[in-house]
């Protein structure tokens, strides 16, 4: 195809290009007819120019120009000029000028799409990820883009300049499925075996510490086979960066000076270091949750001694139980109706509660509330003295096992956040961290533990003894870094120790033939000098989507999937060849 | 574990640090005991610092220091001091200090390694890969490694301080099958239906193209289930490169720019650009490969005129057939001796030539060869004149399908540069595209034709109208990007227009049915107003390899596989449980 490169972009012409002869290749944006002129908004990733086709200043393009459709790709050639007084766009930073067409090649026509190319589109999501190529035309999903491209370059030249060394670990690996699913990959050349692909690159940066690299870090894309929720992908995108000779501190300080960074360059924010650390009891207690939004404050109180001897036994038997009993101040919601405080108490029903404790205070500490009476004078005022409460506002309790509970007052939280409109559109992004989990946490249905964050983190010194007699007990050296109530970051320092490794995995209920076959080269590294080590993985896709203020990870995605896991625009999974499962040694199941 | 952090690392002390009190985290390189005094080189990745333990100084630290082994990781304390004199250690940065212990922890034991942790080894390759975080160990690798970090850090800055766009595409993507096999990935929750994984993001970054991001670029893993050849990867990587409105020029300019870039922080040379262009049929001709290292003269001659009336029918029948009669001069070689010249004969009829024609130049041009009875005086003098021949160099020729020859006399010319030394230790890196690519080659097992480079490669516009009467003799706009005789890149200008792809896919003989299942989405999106584009994708474990002056892709690969594709240190692929299968409804083949 014969046409003239771009001497400039459409996003690039000012006042000093007047005068000059330019070439421009963009979309046609739009074209209006106004009294034999023609003007066209010419469109690239870059920015818009106005183009002008006129019929006394050249005939034969000025007809080509007529003939012009939304979404036409054309290279123009022309002359920069002042836009008339009184037509300059001061929107656009092209806005003061235009340029007069001399000439014109249309290098591809197009059919009308779908929906329209712009911002705001009313169509199903399902219309736009068919039609993705039109969706990324739009400016919302470029800027998107662009957003995540500048987050991947900040991110790299900051770990290169701290010393990182960037490795990449392989895609096809061992299938070593805890937890989640694998994706599993069939071996062409060894019949009945199987790769599987990452669900994170965990054991080989581990190995990479034993082998002495020392800080390690990776942009790279993890796989999971899950039912997906609204918000994850089958396969999904991770900061993974590991450190050796260090602890805690080290890695907080490494993550703070990135996020840092990234708030100033990308936010426009000065972040205040360091973050603040909040231990997971403690986050759940205030929160009820260990990703807790800290940009309002709304904190739960825990009343266990507040009500430990109460004649209530919902109250009692809570505490007794070693449950708790949790409380959330409603400022100023005396008034809420009965209708208002039903909605409440379905509310937390439906997220498993057995119902919902509700208290208006009145003058003088007076409680009007359906326990009220089974309540002595003296633990209505304790109740709310604790919750600080004063006349017209509401308390709410909770009372149970604690966790479950927690949870369910830390949803009732967020959901009264909303109703109090205490979340300013302004308010500064919060940041935290969340450290020392749970080792373990106990499954009901299997009876038995489970690594809360993986099996390779390290238990805190000072509870290794407990592994084998309390692992409830036992806390972890794991953090997970917070934004705004989403963990956009989790990791820990890691056990380096064959002998504690193997530990770990008998507490976990995994054989030691198990542990062999599935982790056996991990345990025989650590025999070779493995160092101290400890590490982080950042969710990249969900970290953009939070810094794009968008509400769906699939709108940082250049190509994302559906719920169920499908490409829309390519329609994959698709159906093979015989051929091809006969090479692979497998059938479909009939 | 409780233990100092560092406040040096173990490359970093010198003479301006004598009289501190340092920490160093390491490991044990080795350990002399010199009449009681005991001396370790500790190693890290940025280097080695000798430390002391001397019984008079810390006696405590000195008991320890005696059972340190090889490869143990410890923290340890002391004082830098000077080498005594006669002592220091040119060789090393921190040659001229050793650190006095006060004190010292052993964060980690290690047993005896299976080999030793040094760049040169003599074990198989199959006990490093088996051992792959002891291998990772030696300087060599790290080396590697950390060059390959390097290259990743230049390329990425490179396109991104020129306006490219960093964009991931999916890693399960459809299952497009075009010469190489795809690997699978059968989908749980679609039944029958597979993912594949991609050999290429040929059709998102034309995808991304239509969508207007104009400059794209993207380091990602790509992968083909072939049987591998010494120097492949099931997984490798590979950098990807689309830019919209531009022809082979601005790609040439852009390639460019980024090759100098690694050539000067690389390798310390400055690159000439622009490259040299060397049209496919002139590279087979003078180098009998599309590849050819130009770091040595050494020019095949074409004879067909030369020869085309001869009485030697093996040359009269070449020429009337289209074949080619191709002609090496080695210099100086006519005192070759026949074995030798059987040796050379077995080596091209090993590649599939009948024989080889070799002829000894004697004083007045006379020839001394099996065939000079069949020439004519005049053709003798004439081909000598043609080779650029004298008395005492040896004459080779070939005669047969052009292809083929010329491939063969390729290989005779590589392996007569290896017997004359040609190629010396000290040779610049040589580096060339070559261009105009036949668009399809014909497979004489199949009867059909296939694209050379792949089906979305853009015919030259002047052979446009030969793609259904003669394929054949249509030209591409593909070019490769050649250095040292390795392929590091190859490109194309792309079809970017819906009829042109129809039309190519039809020569393909890929029915409009086929297509469409394909393709469909790629040739949808092309009705939307497709700019013209082209692209170009950089094989990085190659190129990684030749700037490290590996033999090996393996050596400049953190976790590579070996030819069956086998991960030796994590023995993958590997069985998985039943109940995995049945879950993605698939069973194996008895």
């Known amino acids: 195809m014969n046409f003239k490169y771009r001497t400039h972009t459409c996003g690039e012409l000012r006042e000093s290009n007047i005068g000059q002869n330019v070439v421009l290749n963009g979309w046609v944006e739009n074209r209006r007819d106004l009294g034999g002129v023609i003007f066209i908004d010419l469109r690239d990733r870059y920015g818009i120019t106005q183009i002008v086709f006129e019929p006394g200043y050249n005939s034969e393009a000025h007809k080509i120009g007529g003939e012009l459709r939304s979404e036409f790709v054309v290279a123009v050639e022309g002359k920069v000029r002042r836009r008339p007084e009184g037509t300059e766009n001061s929107q656009l930073p092209t806005g003061?000028?235009?340029?007069?067409?001399?000439?014109?090649?249309?290098?591809?026509?197009?059919?009308?799409?779908?929906?329209?190319?712009?911002?705001?589109?009313?169509?199903?999501?399902?219309?736009?990820?068919?039609?993705?190529y039109l969706d990324l035309r739009r400016g919302r999903m470029q800027k998107n883009l662009l957003l995540r491209h500048k987050v991947y370059q900040l991110v790299r030249n900051y770990f290169d300049q701290n010393n990182f060394v960037e490795i990449e670990?392989?895609?096809?690996?061992?299938?070593?499925?805890?937890?989640?699913?694998?994706?599993?990959?069939?071996?062409?050349?060894?019949?009945?075996?199987?790769?599987?692909l990452?669900?994170?690159?965990?054991?080989?940066?581990?190995?990479l510490m034993v082998s002495g690299f020392d800080k390690y870090f990776q942009?790279?894309?993890?796989?999971?086979d899950e039912d997906l929720r609204a918000d994850r992908q089958p396969e999904f995108t991770q900061i993974d960066v590991e450190m050796s000779?260090?602890?805690?501190?080290?890695?907080?300080?490494?993550?703070?000076?990135?996020?840092?960074?990234?708030?100033?360059?990308?936010?426009?924010?000065?972040?205040?270091?360091?973050?603040?650390?909040?231990?997971f009891d403690e986050a759940m207690e205030k929160y009820g949750s260990d990703k807790p939004d800290i940009r309002y404050e709304l904190e739960m109180k825990t009343l266990n001694k507040t009500v430990e001897s109460s004649e209530f036994k919902v109250f009692s038997d809570a505490v007794k139980s070693d449950g708790i009993v949790t409380g959330l101040l409603a400022k100023n919601c005396g008034d809420y109706t009965r209708s208002q405080l039903d909605v409440l108490t379905d509310f937390v029903k439906k997220l498993g509660a057995g119902g919902l404790i509700w208290m208006r205070v009145k003058e003088n500490n007076d409680l009007d509330a359906p326990i009220a009476k089974f309540l002595s004078e003296e633990e209505k005022l304790n109740i709310v003295?604790?919750?600080?409460?004063?006349?017209?506002?509401?308390?709410?309790?909770?009372?149970?096992p604690k966790l479950k509970t927690l949870s369910i007052m830390g949803e009732l939280r967020k959901e009264m956040a909303k109703r109090l409109d205490l979340l300013k559109p302004d308010?500064?992004?919060?940041?935290l961290w969340v450290t020392d989990f749970p080792l373990f946490e106990w499954d009901e249905d299997t009876k038995r533990y489970y690594a809360m964050h993986h099996p390779f983190t390290s238990p805190r010194f000072e509870d290794v003894d407990k592994l084998e007699t309390s692992p409830g007990d036992v806390r972890a050296k794991a953090y997970d870094l917070v934004l705004n109530g989403n963990e956009i970051a989790g990791g820990s320092i890691r056990i380096h120790n064959s002998s504690l490794q193997s530990k770990m995995f008998k507490a976990l209920g995994i054989s030691e033939e198990e542990a062999t076959s599935k982790f056996g080269f991990l345990l025989n590294a650590f025999k070779y000098g493995a160092p101290p080590h400890g590490g982080i993985a950042f969710g990249l896709d969900r970290m953009v989507m939070l810094f794009a203020r968008e509400s769906s990870?699939?709108?940082?995605?250049?190509?994302?999937?559906?719920?169920?896991?499908?490409?829309?625009?390519?329609?994959?999974?698709?159906?093979?060849?015989?051929?091809?499962?006969?090479?692979?040694?497998?059938?479909l199941k009939k």
Chains 1, 2 share one sequence.
């Open 96 to 132: 003061l000028i235009d340029v007069m067409i001399d000439q014109i090649v249309v290098l591809n026509k197009a059919e009308t799409t779908p929906f329209q190319i712009k911002d705001k589109i009313d169509v199903t999501e399902d219309l736009r990820l068919k039609y993705r």
């Open 169 to 196: 670990t392989p895609i096809l690996m061992k299938s070593t499925p805890e937890g989640a699913r694998d994706f599993l990959v069939p071996s062409r050349m060894h019949k009945g075996k199987f790769y599987a």
């Open 198 to 207: 990452p669900q994170s690159p965990q054991t080989y940066k581990q190995i």
């Open 219 to 224: 942009i790279v894309k993890c796989f999971r």
């Open 245 to 279: 000779f260090v602890d805690t501190p080290q890695i907080f300080e490494t993550v703070e000076g990135l996020m840092a960074l990234l708030y100033k360059e990308i936010l426009g924010y000065e972040l205040k270091t360091p973050l603040k650390q909040l231990p």
């Open 385 to 400: 003295s604790k919750m600080d409460a004063e006349a017209g506002d509401l308390i709410f309790i909770l009372a149970g």
């Open 427 to 431: 308010a500064e992004p919060a940041m």
């Open 553 to 587: 990870i699939r709108d940082v995605i250049a190509f994302p999937k559906t719920a169920s896991g499908m490409s829309l625009m390519d329609e994959s999974p698709s159906t093979v060849d015989e051929e091809q499962l006969k090479d692979l040694h497998i059938r």
